[in-house]
């Protein structure tokens, strides 16, 4: 049956990039598997359990994968890595004598997901640094740009775009920090045998070399090894790794949703990139979807699902082992990676297309930010001698009636009408209320904070 008569995971073809895709390969995975038994049986080699000739041999079919030929034999044995197992040694006659020696099949294959999941982790960093480098310089060329503030969806106070951007900005610094130190933490299950306890491996070199023995390995693998496993590393670690990449995507979703709601036509002040030829409905052609900004939100719903399964896997893994975490880390492990991937490509793509419309960022400044000055008019009514509850009753029947002056299509008469307001003009002459309703002298800190963030991004990448 040809690929397109039968189900194709959209993570095969259509989300992530092709070198994720061959990280976690079926190639890449057989790959890694015969990489393991060779550096198995050349260390085995230095306490006399394989001969050079063996090794020669070995490694002249290290990389002859036969899919077909392993399918093959798996469809008589039924396990995908014994069937590979058989194929390499059909492939090295001499060699395949004294392929995995002493081990069990999760010496071979936790071994090679962790080395896939480093690999993994270098990439979703390397996008990450990407996208955080190009949001620092985005938050800073905005540190000082007035917006209009939202809470519940409804208009608050001006803050700065740079600052809103900043809060996804210290977010993905955090979620960076997670990732580095699980790449620098990250461990394989060693070679252990059936149960953990190095049975076999002991009796094929002697207990007193075990530690020399999984050193060397170690060496060789480039890959450090938990102190104790059963027959499977411990799955904590790969929870605590689709756990943080849910995190990642969470703080994605926050983003790629807040530009939907802004980029909606009531406030239209962000508008992620749009194609000269790209379609936006098939049924209504002046559709612009905000099509990246949905795809993130999409796989990033779909992620944050995935740290239930990981969890399962570790807290249900009865005494040494049990399989009921084989069939589903066949997909959570590549799946987990390829959405992440994808969610980082498209964010970025959003963030260097990122447009800003000033005429509809100044018009909801001009509508909104009016009612949050009145604070600032009550304070100053109070400082200069005006009673404070009836000042704010005053402010309070003026920010109304400019509601539903707005509601009927009008501009907001609010600074007029307090100008016109004959006791609060006795206490404060329009030109103080001008100023007062200013929105560039009422956002705070906000453009310090927002530039210091920039360059607590910029130090962090730096520092690699």
């Known amino acids: 049956m040809s690929s397109d008569e039968s189900y194709q995971s959209p993570f095969a073809w259509r989300y992530g990039s092709p070198q994720m895709r061959r990280i976690w390969s079926e190639r890449e995975k057989r790959l890694t598997w015969r990489r393991i038994w060779l550096a198995l ?93 190009a949001l620092a310089e985005l938050i800073e060329q905005t540190a000082g740009h007035a917006v209009m503030g939202f809470t519940h969806l409804q208009p608050a106070e001006p803050t700065t775009l740079g600052y809103r951007l900043a809060f996804y900005g210290q977010d993905l610094l955090t979620v960076r920090h997670n990732l580095r130190r699980l790449r620098a933490q990250l461990r394989g299950k060693g070679f252990r045998g059936a149960v953990g306890t190095s049975a076999s491996y002991a009796d094929l070199m002697g207990s007193e070399r075990l530690g020399d023995f999984e050193q060397r390995l170690s060496q060789r693998l480039d890959l450090e090894f938990y102190p104790v496993t059963t027959q499977v590393s411990p799955r904590l670690q790969e929870y605590q790794l689709v756990s943080d990449l849910a995190g990642l995507a969470a703080v994605m979703n926050k983003f790629a949703f807040d530009l939907r709601f802004l980029q909606s036509p009531p406030l239209g002040e962000w ?126 029947e003026h920010s109304l009636a400019a509601w539903q002056t707005m509601h009927n299509g009008q501009d907001n008469p609010l600074r007029d009408s307090l100008q016109g307001d004959p006791v609060i003009s006795a206490l404060l002459p329009a030109e103080e209320i001008d100023r007062l309703m200013t929105v560039e002298d009422y956002l705070g800190d906000a453009p310090q904070r927002a530039r210091a963030m920039a360059a607590a991004i910029r130090a962090s990448l730096a520092q690699g």
């Not at 077909?68 to 008589?76: D, M, S, V, Y």
Request: hydrophobic share 45%; charged share 25%.
């Open 41 to 133: 049986a050349e260390t085995q080699a230095e306490y006399g359990l394989a001969s050079a000739e063996q090794i020669a041999d070995l490694r002249r079919s290290v990389e002859r994968i036969d899919l077909p030929r392993t399918l093959q034999i798996e469809a008589e044995i039924h396990h995908d890595l014994m069937a590979e197992l058989k194929t390499f040694a059909e492939q090295a006659p001499l060699g395949g004598a004294v392929l995995h020696l002493g081990a069990t099949s999760m010496d071979i294959e936790d071994n090679a997901d962790a080395l896939r999941i480093r690999a993994g982790l270098d990439l979703i960093l390397a996008h990450l640094n990407d996208l955080l480098a």
């Open 271 to 396: 508008q992620e990139p749009f194609t000269a030829k790209q379609v936006g409905s098939s049924a209504m052609p002046f559709k612009r979807n905000p099509i990246l900004a949905e795809k993130i939100d999409s796989l990033a719903r779909l992620l944050a699902s995935l740290p239930s399964i990981a969890w399962g896997n570790c807290a249900f893994s009865l005494l040494e082992r049990t399989l009921d975490d084989s069939a589903n880390r066949r997909s959570l492990l590549p799946e987990a990676f390829l959405a992440a991937e994808e969610i980082l490509l498209a964010a970025g793509r959003v963030l260097r297309g990122l447009v800003i419309d000033e005429h509809a960022v100044r018009r909801n400044l001009e509508r909104y930010a009016p009612f949050a000055a009145t604070e600032r008019v009550l304070m100053a009514l109070a400082r200069r001698g005006g009673d404070r509850q009836a000042m704010h009753e005053r402010l309070r």
